[in-house]
């Protein structure tokens, strides 16, 4: 993997000269203190359970994998939930251009254009931004391997949803405050601003003044929410919190369940999830859900599946003891339950993505409220429901709580298949946990059976998003 400036010039002299510096407009927000921390990346969660362990999100300044097979020397497992349950669009739909604005049209058109060559956009901006700003180079993991597609996947999300102001603005503001960790501040942002769109020239074939403008325009107000919220969440909340191991339990040879002390309170919500990074690999960040509700003793718990070429989650497995103190992210997610309602749950969980459904029931459970809920525990085979009986001592203590397991192995059919049998399930709300294809599979056949769309929540903001469906 080339790396550094030797790395840098080479891309540089393949391609074409970057030509003139352009400098996008260093916007300021009247409060905002001058030495605020930013974040210079967009870092969308991904779902997945620990079978696919797939990264921090799509970002400039930390990791990413790709969403299906295990990504190559990375890994994330990623579950999500959020103070307010996050509406996002049903499916991805292309405005057509008498509904988007000139601004989207032509971004569209350049994400169109340059998706063919999209490994070399993202070499290109690396060698930019690391020639011009070689400052910046320390914000990153050493081994940029597992770096490859976060930006321009993170750039497709925005772009795909530059008219759609409430869920953009959601999402930024949920990257704003998340990348505070990688210490990245307020007056980065130009800098990767200028070498994105220095990249996109190069390999955009339609490119004029006119899309450049637009690019610069977009930037700009992403920018802007990024900075504002970072800087208001600094005023309520660390950048990062150290958390000790106290506990580390192998239930398999490759999952973990394991329980960290946080060094000061940590606030989430049940569904949540949370970014970790060990001390084996500094700025390699990765997503686990919180597999319980939150305690009386402030203790976490994750579930851990430790994949090929999975950094972060097998150094977890497989390293991580007790009295090991590891760094965690702020919570965010949006795969909450909504207690205003006496809807029943309908939950779908495969592998570790069991974790945070495990959680939701133990916060129906904590509120009293005698909904019913109903868990559909999706494995290989038998030998993967590690967690089986926690659930089972769950159902025993609650009897609005239904639990069954549905193994590959024995059932020889897919998890999502497995609601079918039951039912009817059209008043109940449903999550979805696990990997990106189980839940591809699952919303489909939750609307195939009738539950309206906006009923159907899942932690994957970049699968819902990209994937469309």
Not at 65 to 82: E, W, Y
Not at 285 to 302: E, I, Q, V
Not at 311 to 327: E, F, K, N
Request: hydrophobic fraction near 35%; aromatic fraction near 8%.
């Amino acid at each position: 993997m080339r790396s550094g400036w030797e790395a840098a010039e080479r891309v540089l002299r393949a391609g074409r000269p970057p030509g003139e510096s352009r400098r996008l407009p260093r916007r300021r927000c009247a409060d905002r203190p001058r030495d605020v921390r930013g974040e210079g990346t967009m870092d969308a969660p991904t779902t997945t359970s620990g079978e696919y362990d797939t990264s921090d999100g799509g970002g400039w300044f930390a990791p990413h994998p790709s969403s299906s097979p295990p990504p190559r020397g990375g890994d994330q497992q990623t579950h999500a939930g959020a103070p307010a349950p996050q509406r996002l669009p049903e499916q991805r739909t292309m405005p057509t251009a008498g509904t988007a604005s000139p601004d989207a049209v032509r971004i569209r058109r350049t994400m169109a254009e340059i998706g063919p060559v999209a490994d070399k956009v993202t070499s290109y901006f690396y060698a930019l931004l690391f020639v011009r700003h070689p400052e910046l180079r320390p914000l990153f993991p050493a081994a940029m391997d597992v770096q490859r597609d976060r930006l321009l996947k993170s750039l497709l999300i925005a772009a795909e949803h530059l008219d759609n102001t409430a869920v953009l603005v959601d999402y930024l503001k949920n990257l704003g405050r998340g990348h505070r960790k990688y210490g990245t501040h307020a007056a980065h942002y130009p800098a990767v601003g200028e070498c994105l769109i220095g990249a996109l020239s190069q390999y955009a074939a339609d490119w004029n003044r006119e899309t450049e403008a637009a690019w610069v325009r977009a930037y700009t107000t992403i920018s802007q929410v990024m900075i504002d919220a970072a800087a208001a969440d600094e005023l309520r909340a660390p950048a990062s919190w150290q958390a000790e191991v106290v506990s580390h339990d192998l239930r398999t040879p490759d999952v973990a369940v394991v329980t960290v002390r946080p060094d000061q309170p940590y606030p989430f919500l049940a569904g949540q999830y949370a970014s970790i990074e060990t001390p084996w690999w500094p700025r390699v960040w990765r997503h686990y859900s919180f597999a319980s509700a939150p305690r009386s003793d402030g203790l976490l718990t994750f579930h851990v599946k430790a994949v090929p070429a999975g950094w972060v989650s097998r150094a977890l497995v497989h390293r991580a003891r007790p009295g090991d103190v590891i760094r965690l992210g702020p919570p965010t997610g949006s795969m909450t339950v909504d207690h205003t309602t006496d809807s029943g749950l309908l939950c779908l969980g495969g592998g570790t993505g069991i974790a945070p459904i495990k959680a939701l029931v133990e916060d129906v459970a904590e509120r009293g409220a005698r909904r019913q809920v109903e868990v559909f525990y999706g494995a290989r085979t038998d030998h993967d429901l590690y967690d089986i009986d926690t659930l089972l001592r769950l159902q025993q203590g609650n009897p609005w709580l239904s639990v069954r397991a549905v193994t590959d192995q024995q059932a020889r059919v897919r998890l999502p298949d497995a609601i079918r049998v039951y039912g009817p399930w059209k008043e109940f709300d449903a999550y979805l946990s696990g990997p990106p294809g189980m839940i591809r599979s699952g919303v489909h056949a939750l609307r195939d059976i009738g539950i309206p769309p906006g009923r159907i929540r899942h932690d994957s903001v970049e699968e819902l998003l990209l994937a469309g469906d």
